[in-house]
């Protein structure tokens, strides 16, 4: 309701802004609906604009999250000596030394995603959310071996659920043995995310 | 969400017109014909069953036609339609606001976070609203599906923009997620909504929306 009738400052403050055109968003609106659970980098919108058989690459690099990290750089060079940077970088934005220093060469690489919304926690309280990432990220390391790709995820989302002063407090129980939750992977487990869930229902 | 909200004010907004003006038309129609020159001797009617039955089913109808909406609109809000684009922290602190970023960093230590406090009366320039600006702004961008986790560090506070439609109670040790979409760029302006302390009225909240691309240049300059 305050934005119909904008006090002084909010005037001020837009002048610049309100010029752009609102074309940008929209885009992205509909990527995401068509592909909910992929969660689709829609990080280049100015550049799916400029290159779009970029956009589609994108698309399949997302879907296989396993054979995302094994085919690394090859397939990606395909497309264009320009772009070639830039997709290689995503493909290596788990390890952490690279997409730290190629993210500050290249400035309009930022991909919008984060953690997605999980059914087995529908409600506001999202602490068990946060808490269950974190669990699921180490224990899958320690079950697939450090720096394993498909832990990054996990990582990502962890990082993006849970407020920077937990996770270091969490760091530190983990380092002193006294971390409360339950980090050791089962030995004869199928999959991760699915045994974790039957021991999260059986919380409730 | 905020659309919803609007939306239910108007619905309910038809219902309450409609019986402000038949009460009033009662009311005036009672004063004027049974005025006491024009109708010296009065009635002496206490019961009627007919006109019992009708006061009573008509307000319940009404109600009903006020309920639906309203729980519709409840239930909406706290479902989470699709997956969210960027998920944001609000950490409230005695008596300052901190954000985190974090969907962009690739290791615990190098988040995008910021401290954002009230900017004193005596440093406001011409324009701005006293006990309202800060000097690190929340920025979003308009037309996407954003989560905000909210929690605090130390006592409650709430985080509240009342023209997004938002209010949500930062408990420490505990992540309240509400989901945001901004539907128009701009900025909004909110206020911590929970008694936290002496600083209380002093830890507003300011949230501007940019476009997708502005946002992405900001993320960019904010991090490198």
């Known amino acids: 309701m305050a934005t119909e009738t904008p006090t002084l400052s909010e005037r001020y403050e837009l002048k610049g802004k309100e010029e752009k055109t609102d074309v940008v968003s929209n ?11 992929t969660a689709v980098s829609e990080e280049a919108v100015e550049k799916a604009e400029e290159a779009p058989p970029l956009a589609a690459e994108e698309k399949t690099e997302d879907t296989p999250s396993a054979a995302e990290e094994s085919t690394e ?26 997409s730290g220093e190629e993210a500050a ?22 602490t068990r959310h946060c808490f269950t990432r974190y669990i699921e990220y180490h224990r899958c390391v320690a079950a697939k071996g450090e720096g394993a790709s498909e832990c990054d995820k996990f990582a990502k989302y ?11 407090r969490w760091n530190e129980q983990r380092a002193n043995g006294t971390f409360p939750g339950p980090l050791d992977p089962c030995p004869g487990q199928r999959s991760l995310s699915s045994d974790y869930l039957t021991e999260a229902v059986a919380l409730y | 969400m905020m659309q919803g909200i609007m939306d239910l004010h108007h619905d309910i907004f038809f219902f309450l017109i409609l019986i402000l003006v038949f009460v009033l038309w009662i009311l005036v129609g009672a004063l004027w014909h049974f005025h006491y020159k024009k109708n010296p001797i009065p009635q ?62 690739s290791s615990d230590e190098e988040s995008l976070t910021f ?13 701005q609203l006293r006990l309202l600006e800060v000097d690190n702004r929340l920025v979003v961008p308009a037309n996407s599906h954003l989560r905000l986790l909210v929690t605090s560090a130390d006592v409650l506070h709430s985080w509240a923009v009342p023209s997004l439609g938002v209010k949500c109670d930062a408990v420490p040790g505990r ?50």
């Open chain 2, 44 to 105: 002496r009617i206490v019961h009627g069953t007919t006109i019992e039955i009708l006061w009573t089913i008509f307000p319940s109808l009404i109600l009903m036609f006020i309920a639906i909406p309203s729980f519709a609109l409840l239930y909406a809000m706290d479902e989470v339609v699709v997956d969210p684009a960027i998920t944001m922290k609000a950490i409230g602190h005695q008596w300052y606001w901190t954000y985190e970023y974090s969907d962009y960093n």
């Open chain 1, 27 to 37: 885009p992205v609106e509909v990527k995401e609906e068509e592909t909910p659970v």
């Open chain 2, 175 to 224: 992540l309240n997620q509400i989901s945001i979409l901004v539907q128009r760029e701009g900025v909004y302006y909110g206020q911590c909504s929970e008694i936290c302390g002496t600083n209380h009225a002093f830890m507003p909240i300011v949230v501007e929306a940019l476009s997708l691309k502005d946002y992405c240049d900001w993320v960019d300059i904010q991090q490198f």
């Open chain 1, 73 to 98: 750089a090859p397939t990606t060079d395909e497309s264009s000596s320009e772009d070639a940077p830039a997709a290689a970088e995503e493909t290596n934005e788990g390890t952490e030394e690279n």
């Open chain 2, 115 to 127: 401290d954002s406090y009230m900017i004193p009366e005596d440093d406001l320039e011409l324009g």
């Open chain 1, 105 to 126: 060469e290249e400035k309009k690489e930022i991909k919008l995603e984060t953690a997605p919304a999980d059914y087995r926690f529908p409600t506001t309280n999202q």
């Open chain 1, 158 to 168: 962890y990082r993006s659920l849970c407020p920077s002063e937990w996770v270091e």
